[in-house]
Structures are given as structure tokens and as C-alpha cells.
T-cell receptor, first 117, second 111 residues
């Protein structure tokens, strides 16, 4: 079945540094990918919609200058957390749907656990 | 997306069937009913989806009420590996829309 690969699975960084998370669709093309974050004991919250070749669409309350999204190809979207702070520590998850696949399911990566010290 | 209501938690004995309910009284005619589950420390995993008719696949069955205002995810024989948070989500048929997650039902399976 369709696979979405997310890298790294776990990262620890110091406050003030930037971290890049990659999301790849391994066996299908995705014009649209979605980025979520999840705090402990809470549900997934949509952060932004990443569109190949154009600017991402951010949800209300998500700072676009802090969470930089680049969707340079049909199989790769990246999320960069800039100037990370401890409150950015969270579980970040990407998802994608196969291009032109109607109401087919979304496929999710296995998440990236970010810890900012 | 229309709202869904699920119990916060449920418990099941291993190897017994589990019926996970979901209410979606404001569902529209073009909304599909999707179920995903999230195992600890993993991304969500697709389980099943349907529009009007009951659906079966290798993971589960989905029973949809005739008026579509509720549905039930059925795990025929729960295993310890089925312990997860199960999300019932409505998604319209408009292509590239994200999934909007509610709180889901945390299923515990007892050996």
C-alpha cells in the first residue's frame, strides 16, 4: 500500500536553533500534503496545507514565518521549525493523498517527536 | 466539516468483538464517514470508510445507520495490538481536504 516516510523520527535541539522535518510519499505522487502537530494526551491539530509548487496555507494561529513549509516536488514536503523554543516541543505528523485519487484515504507518516531543550 | 461525537474511552476483552459508536447528526449528503486509528507514538492509520452502505475490509466492518446520523466501527475479534485511539471523521467529497480530528475513543484491550 501507499507509504509516507517521515524523517527524522525523533530530534532533540537547543532553544534558538532550527529543525527541518521531511515528509516523502514513497510510491505515489501527492500535490497536497498536510502537516499536523499533537501535544501529549491531545488530538491532532492541523497546522498547514502544503501545495506542490505554491505557498502553503496555514491554519489560524500558526505562524508561517516560524513554521516554514516547502513542497518542492510531488513526493517531498518539508517543515522547518525556526528558532525553536521549548513550547514547540511536540509530535509533528505529515499526511498525503495520492494525486487524483478521489475520496481515497490519507496516508500518514509515523511522526517526528521534537524536543527543544 | 460536520462534527462527530464519540465516547472518550472503551474497554474490551481480548478476542471479543468491539463496537465503537460514532454520532454525526449533522452529516451532509456528500460526507463520507472515515475511521482512522492511532497507536501509541505513531501516526494515524486508515481503517475504513463508507458513504451509505455497510463496508467490510480485512481490518474491520463499518455499519452505517439508515439515516446516516450514526455509524459503528466493528472489530470482530479484538487483539492487544488493536489498543489505540479510534477517530471517526466526516470528510466531504471535494478532493484535497484535510482530515479534522476530534478527540476519538481510546480503546483498551484486556488480555
Amino acid at each position: 500500500g501507499a507509504v509516507v516516510s517521515q524523517h527524522p523520527s525523533r530530534v532533540i535541539c537547543k532553544s534558538g536553533t532550527s529543525v527541518k522535518i521531511e515528509c516523502r510519499s514513497l510510491d505515489f505522487q501527492a500535490t497536497t500534503m498536510f502537516w499536523y502537530r499533537q501535544f501529549p494526551k491531545q488530538s491532532l491539530m492541523l497546522m498547514a496545507t502544503s501545495n506542490e509548487g505554491s505557498k502553503a496555507t496555514y491554519e489560524q494561529g500558526v505562524e508561517k514565518d516560524k513554521f516554514l513549509i516547502n513542497h518542492a516536488s510531488l513526493t517531498l514536503s518539508t517543515l522547518t521549525v525556526t528558532s525553536a523554543h521549548p513550547e514547540d516541543s511536540s509530535f509533528y505528523i505529515c499526511s498525503a493523498r495520492e494525486q487524483g485519487a478521489g475520496n481515497s484515504p490519507l496516508h500518514f507518516g509515523n511522526g517526528t517527536r521534537l524536543t527543544v531543550t | 466539516d460536520a462534527k462527530t461525537t464519540q465516547p472518550n474511552s472503551m474497554e474490551s476483552n481480548e478476542e471479543e468483538p468491539v463496537h465503537l459508536p460514532c454520532n454525526h447528526s449533522t452529516i451532509s449528503g456528500t460526507d463520507y464517514i472515515h475511521w482512522y486509528r492511532q497507536l501509541p507514538s505513531q501516526g494515524p492509520e486508515y481503517v475504513i470508510h463508507g458513504l451509505t452502505s455497510n463496508v467490510n475490509n480485512r481490518m474491520a466492518s463499518l455499519a452505517i445507520a439508515e439515516d446516516r446520523k450514526s455509524s459503528t466501527l466493528i472489530l470482530h475479534r479484538a487483539t492487544l495490538r488493536d489498543a489505540a485511539v479510534y477517530y471517526c471523521i466526516l470528510r466531504n467529497n471535494s478532493g484535497n481536504t484535510p482530515l479534522v480530528f476530534g478527540k476519538g475513543t481510546r480503546l483498551s484491550v484486556i488480555a
